[in-house]
């Protein structure tokens, strides 16, 4: 098992790994619209978080030694499942070989933010 770790995607914000590499494949932390610049929440649009959030997660496949055309399974989190068609939208542009996914409604992110995304990745 090997710990990720880079400056540029933010920091764990509590008692965990930004990502994990094991048995072949990356594990990511959920990534929240926190711009590893300033600490910051980026955005205040579903799309300007989603936006964020993808470019914190190429960030972290990238610092494990692999890309975002090998993510196999993702799992969003949505504040708001009418955010769906817009949040969708900017998701697609990132993740174009449409891997697996789970997306759900959850009452409330850390940070108040409007989504989190975490990813499981061929290493």
Same mark, same amino acid.
């Given at each position: ?11 764990? +914000?509590?008692?965990?790994?930004? #990502? /994990? ?16 610049? *300033?600490?910051?929440?980026?955005? *205040?649009? /579903? ?7 993808? =470019?914190? /997660?190429?960030? $972290?496949? =990238?610092?494990?030694?692999?890309? +975002? ?7 969003? @989190? $949505?504040?708001?499942?009418?955010? @769906?068609?817009? @949040?969708? #939208?900017?998701?697609?542009?990132? @993740? ?10 959850? =009452? *409330?992110?850390?940070?108040?933010? $409007? ?9």
């Amino acid at each position: 098992m090997k710990v990720i770790s880079t400056d540029k995607a933010p920091s764990a +914000i509590g008692p965990y790994s930004q #990502a /994990i590499v094991s048995g072949g494949m990356v594990y990511t932390s959920g990534q929240i619209a926190i711009n590893p610049s *300033t600490g910051n929440i980026e955005g *205040t649009t /579903i799309e300007e978080q989603t936006e964020q959030v993808c =470019k914190n /997660i190429v960030e $972290l496949l =990238k610092a494990s030694g692999t890309s +975002i055309d090998k993510v196999v399974k993702t799992v969003c @989190f $949505l504040a708001d499942m009418n955010d @769906f068609a817009a @949040f969708n #939208a900017v998701y697609a542009k990132y @993740f174009v070989s449409k891997p697996a996914r789970s997306c759900v409604a959850v =009452k *409330t992110l850390p940070k108040n933010v $409007l989504v989190e995304i975490d990813t499981v990745t061929e290493a």
